[in-house]
């Protein structure tokens, strides 16, 4: 991860800070439908966050192993990205 490496970082202590927040409302009895709602919001937070990582993946792993023409790489980085989709798609 190189070029998104600060602003996924920001994107994820910011979700810290969330979970943080949602641990809080568990120990003051709080709401169950406010405490689901943020986690909701915790969960497509962190979906948004792994779409920037797959992206970076894309943009410079992948990427540079199709510049380096080495068959086997090129396969291996694609056979990742095909394992991903598999996990995302159930």
Known sequence: MQADKKK??????????QVKGVID????????????NQIMAISQALKGVNRGVLSAHLHHCVL???ESKDTDQVEEKLEEINQVIAKLSK
């Open 64 to 66: 540079d192993s199709m």
């Open 25 to 36: 409302m568990v120990e003051e009895d709080r709401y169950c439908i406010d405490i689901s």
């Open 8 to 17: 996924i970082l920001r994107r994820l202590r910011i979700i810290e800070g």
